[in-house]
């Protein structure tokens, strides 16, 4: 195996297999999942596992990564079109039968017309899970700078869900699998999320992103980002106040899973949380992995 692929390797195969994980977990509490599956530590891979529209919907955007990425630089006009023919395809595919959210067939039941521009189907009232839980790709290919891969995380959300939350946080998502994957250690992640969210902050990436933010509310561009940075900023908030108290021995580890766990399905933290410990465990465990 190429050992430039083990992080996409891990980060991909944790994403899909926590998603499996997940799947059968969809709409229930943490007290419901425990109750159904036991111990969280050892629940069983289902048989058979099932993968979700997290997974499809992160393989449609990895397929227009590479599609894109085929055809030269990865630019907005590159990769929109192949991007949104994805996206269609997916909407239009028997297998998206997996409990698909609202926001992702109503998007691409409006991109599916070609008269409409993008931006007139993006769902910009939903921050929603489905734009963070598939943006890992964006961190994973090679040579991408940080500009364009920040580029690339948003414009892939803001094609389903355009508030300005969702596109941070795919963004924010998208730094912390790069990181991780070029060997930052978890201790080291939340001063580095800050410091990602506070250069951010202001910054609309009108190249990748066009007019979309004169279809809110917001009077400027950067009013619209900021509020989608500050939402970060505030998880990012509540996750040091979780850990802080774990790490003075406050509270059980039910009682932090239960606050970390608000915002977003049990599958969908299922599939994005392997994918980030994946994309950097695998550097680690690349030799003792199977690929079957």
């Known amino acids: 195996m190429n050992a430039g692929r083990r992080p996409a390797t891990g980060a991909m195969i944790g994403l899909a297999l926590g998603d499996a994980l997940g799947f059968p977990t969809e709409f229930n509490t943490l007290a419901m999942i425990e109750a159904k599956c036991g111990p969280?530590?050892?629940?069983?891979?289902?048989?058979?596992?099932?993968?979700?529209?997290?997974?499809?919907?992160?393989?449609?955007?990895?397929?227009?990564?590479?599609?894109?990425?085929?055809?030269?630089?990865?630019?907005?006009?590159?990769?929109?079109?192949?991007?949104?023919?994805?996206?269609?395809?997916?909407?239009?595919?028997?297998?998206?039968?997996?409990?698909?959210?609202r926001t992702c067939l109503t998007a691409c039941e409006l991109l599916s017309r070609p008269e409409r521009v993008w931006q007139q189907a993006s769902q910009l009232g939903s921050?929603?899970?489905?734009a963070n839980m598939r943006v890992a790709p964006a961190a994973l290919v090679p040579g991408l700078d940080e500009p364009s891969r920040s580029g690339v995380a948003q414009l892939?959300?803001?094609?389903?869900?355009?508030?300005?939350?969702?596109?941070?946080?795919?963004d924010l998502t998208a730094y912390a699998v790069r990181v991780l994957a070029e060997g930052a250690r978890p201790g080291e992640m939340l001063p580095l999320l800050r410091e990602y969210v506070a250069a951010s902050r202001s910054r609309y990436l009108d190249h990748w992103l066009g007019d979309l933010w004169t279809y809110?509310?917001?009077?400027?561009?950067?009013?619209?980002?900021?509020?989608?940075?500050?939402?970060?900023?505030?998880?990012?908030?509540?996750?040091?106040?979780?850990?802080?108290?774990?790490?003075?021995?406050?509270?059980?580890?039910?009682?932090?899973r239960g606050r970390l766990g608000r915002?977003?399905?049990?599958?969908?933290?299922?599939?994005?949380?392997?994918a980030l410990s994946g994309g950097a465990a695998h550097r680690a465990a690349a030799g003792r992995v199977q690929l079957r």
């Open 40 to 101: 969280w530590r050892g629940m069983a891979l289902p048989r058979p596992a099932f993968v979700t529209d997290d997974t499809q919907m992160t393989l449609a955007f990895g397929r227009a990564l590479r599609t894109a990425a085929g055809r030269g630089r990865l630019t907005p006009l590159r990769l929109l079109r192949p991007l949104r023919e994805e996206y269609v395809e997916w909407w239009r595919s028997p297998e998206n039968n997996r409990a698909p959210g």
């Open 127 to 130: 921050k929603g899970c489905g």
């Open 156 to 170: 892939q959300a803001a094609l389903t869900h355009g508030h300005p939350t969702a596109l941070a946080a795919s």
């Open 216 to 256: 809110s509310q917001d009077p400027t561009p950067t009013h619209f980002v900021e509020r989608g940075w500050d939402e970060c900023a505030q998880a990012l908030d509540r996750l040091e106040r979780a850990l802080g108290e774990r790490g003075r021995g406050g509270g059980s580890l039910p009682g932090h």
């Open 263 to 274: 915002g977003g399905g049990p599958r969908h933290r299922a599939a994005v949380l392997p």
